[in-house]
């Protein structure tokens, strides 16, 4: 149960340079599933970081959030691919046209190429916001309705899952079913600080609740022994899915 625990376990690597973004990735392979790139590491250092990390024997979510007309987040997707990431993303706010032509675009070139399709997530609300946030901008439907309708929208266009708040899960499930992959940032131990998550959970109550992948960084990041803390993390996420 470690092993498929392991799988499920993304480290984010919220670091700002090459050198840094390697040495996690030589610490880190052999315990935790996926490295998720984000827009400060891509924009510094552009494809040769997934190349790397590939070459070190790790799998790559590519965390860009696309979110465009659908023609550029079509072949932003496709090149996504073609860097051989296991995970790649879209915002869901974007709507159906953009990202059904994602996917139709992604399916087409894997079949083209023969290559391994990625999984398309879509990201719901991002885990910093509230309802306060949504209304600002206009949005007048709380988070918790705002999730479950991006999701099965999402889910209608040809995505694979969504990346969403550990608190939405079970929201998520109850419309889109139990084959459709949530993966989970906002995850903390109980003993790590907030950060700026608002709507968090511990990696054991997201794992029972339905989480497919967990996304944590700093808790790992800032442990005095990074090693052990994902070690901790795992087994705690192995415990709950023997439950």
């Known amino acids: 149960m470690l092993d498929i625990a392991r799988k499920k376990l993304i480290f984010a690597l919220d670091v ?36 790397m990390i590939r070459a070190e024997g790790g799998e790559v979510f590519l965390d860009l959030k696309y979110h465009d007309i659908p023609n550029t987040v079509a072949m932003a997707s496709a090149e996504a691919l073609r860097l051989g990431v296991r995970m790649c993303n879209v915002h869901a706010l974007g709507g159906r046209e953009m990202m059904v032509a994602a996917a139709t675009k992604v399916r087409e070139e894997a079949a083209a190429a023969g290559a391994p399709l990625p999984l398309l997530l879509a990201v719901t609300i991002l885990t910093s916001s509230t309802d306060e ?72 109550a997201a794992i029972t609740a339905g989480a497919d992948f967990l996304v944590i960084g700093r808790p790992i990041a800032r442990a005095s022994d990074p090693v052990a803390a994902a070690a901790a993390i795992v087994a705690e996420m192995a415990a709950a899915l023997e439950s």
Not at 37 to 43: A, I, P
Not at 170 to 199: H, M, N, Y
């Open 16 to 51: 700002d340079c090459f050198e840094e973004a390697q040495r996690w990735v030589r610490l880190l392979h052999d315990q935790v599933g996926l490295f998720k790139v984000g827009k400060q590491l891509f924009t510094r250092c552009g494809p040769d970081v997934v190349h």
């Open 133 to 204: 946030t949504l209304r600002e901008i206009g949005i007048e439907r709380p988070v918790s309705d705002m999730v479950p309708r991006l999701a099965r929208l999402a889910r209608d266009a040809g995505m694979g899952g969504v990346v969403a708040s550990p608190q939405e899960i079970a929201l998520i499930r109850a419309a889109c079913g139990p084959e459709f992959a949530i993966v989970t940032p906002g995850v903390r131990p109980a003993d790590a600080s907030l950060d700026d998550q608002k709507r968090i959970m511990t990696p054991g």
